[in-house]
């Protein structure tokens, strides 16, 4: 009985409103998900099938909205948001689309769009596979498949997030881009290879920031040589991409610098897993704990060495400016509690080193249950490793001619910065590329190949070409990353005699370059006798040569 009176309905209505009073929108859309699952799916059968059915039925078609690569559980399309603001200026009266599916995927949204939105805006939705018209009163079965097209999604999102957590377990790179310092393997997109032009940036910031500079001083170092930041770096390389959607500053910062310095991609490890994601609907990330990451050691060349790594995430370098009272505590990073390992950190009053002293990290923060509350001169510490780097750097005059003799000789091919090698293989496979071009027109002309063949194989030589010619360019900006070899008057040695002799003392740069960590341990006072006297052990350890620990007296 209901189809019989489903059937009068519609004969009795079926020119009811005539069809040349409706606008009608055809929507279209196309996840990556979507585009395997065959060709009834594709955007161009699609128009077709809307179309044809919107010509049947003398419906004037208002406008076409396309959004290709969207997935039905994200609503942030933009033909989508278009098409809304079209109805909402009363343009169009009627939305058609494939299936209720092409609407979306979420069956609450979806269902507030069939029930609440359309309806309240005059608009007539039709579906045409699903057979789905909101003028009929007898299309009850929309919510049913409203839940069966989220079901889809949700096992679909189940089954790519089972894929990618394999594939992170194995230690495949999954991400859109590669790292700053590398890329991806042509051979294979998981796996990433040393980026020669990139990867020279990433040694001297690592180098810099082991020598004692903060990530602000090295900011400025980068932003005045106009080096490109990672995210102008890759859009640099890839022309589709929009430099605003991936950098809002454009400049090299602290935070940047630290980013970098604390990525232990660089050491050849694959990191992943460090966000999840709040629910298939959601584009909303939580960050997980440290110890719930994802990490796969050695799955690629590292850049740096362990040593180097953890020495400069030892240091800590802080990250805040100097402050107002101009003072700076050179041994920040430095200077480590003997007791319990903490860094000792600067205080007292007033911009003078005179009223300053070196506490306990874990004593300032926690107080005595985390550890003593020993304290050292800052003048006084100054003092001592002034004296101590200086008696080192005390050598005969023919000990100083050995060490420049030794700075003089010829640089070997081994010995050749990774920068300058990059540019020489550039250069080889570029003037390698001139002579195959070459080659091509003469058997071209010589007929030993097609004019086919011919054109694309001067393509894809001239695309390498111009591929090389910006990596050149980017190597050989004004201030180049191809650093020419420092005279001996240069060298290391006459530069630290230089900087600590003609009252210029100790700096930050000076003591990275010699010392790893000075170790301050609880100060005691004198025997019976020496009462006033106190004894305090200062432990410092070198990088430029295994010496012996020893104690200096406070």
Known sequence: ??????????????????????????????????????????????RKMLRSYAIENDFEIYGEYVDDGYSGTNFDRPSWNRLLKDIDARKVNLVITKDLSRLGRDYIVTGQLTEVYFPSRGIRYIAVNDGYDSDNPWSDIAPFKNIVNEMYARDTSKKIRSAFRTKINEGAFIGNFAPYGYQKDPQNKNHLLVDPVAASIVREIFEWAEQGAAPS????????????????????????LNLDDYSKRKEWTSGSVCKLLSNPVYLGHIVQGKTVKVSFKSSMTLRKPRNEWVVVEDKHEPLISRETYERVRRRSVSRKSTAVTGFTNIFSGLAKCGDCGRNMSSTGAGGKAKSRKLVCGGYKLYGRKECTNHFMDYELLYHVVLQEISSLLSFTESEKE???????????????????????????????LGYIIEKLYEDRVNERISEERFYIMLDSCEKEEKKIAESLALIEIPCSLVREREP????????????????????????GKFIDRIEIFQGSEGEAGKAGRKYQTIRIYYKVAPIEDGDGLA
Request: net charge negative; proline share 3%; charged share 35%.
């Open 1 to 46: 009985m209901d189809r019989l009176a489903q059937a009068a309905y519609e004969k009795k209505n079926v020119f009811a409103k005539p069809s040349a009073c409706y606008k009608a929108a055809l929507y279209m859309r196309l996840s990556k998900d979507d585009d395997g699952t065959g060709e009834s799916s594709s955007i161009g059968t699609q």
């Open 217 to 240: 001083q090295i900011a400025e170092i980068l932003n005045e040589r106009k080096v490109l930041t990672p995210a102008m770096y890759r859009c640099a390389e890839r022309h589709y």
């Open 402 to 432: 050995e060490i420049e003799e030794t700075l003089l000789e010829p640089v070997s091919p081994g010995e050749m910065q990774e920068e300058e090698k990059a540019v020489l293989s550039l250069k080889k496979r570029k003037k390698e």
């Open 488 to 511: 001996a008057s240069d060298c290391l040695l006459s530069s630290l005699l230089e900087e600590i002799s003609q009252e210029k003392g100790l700096s930050s740069d000076l003591l």
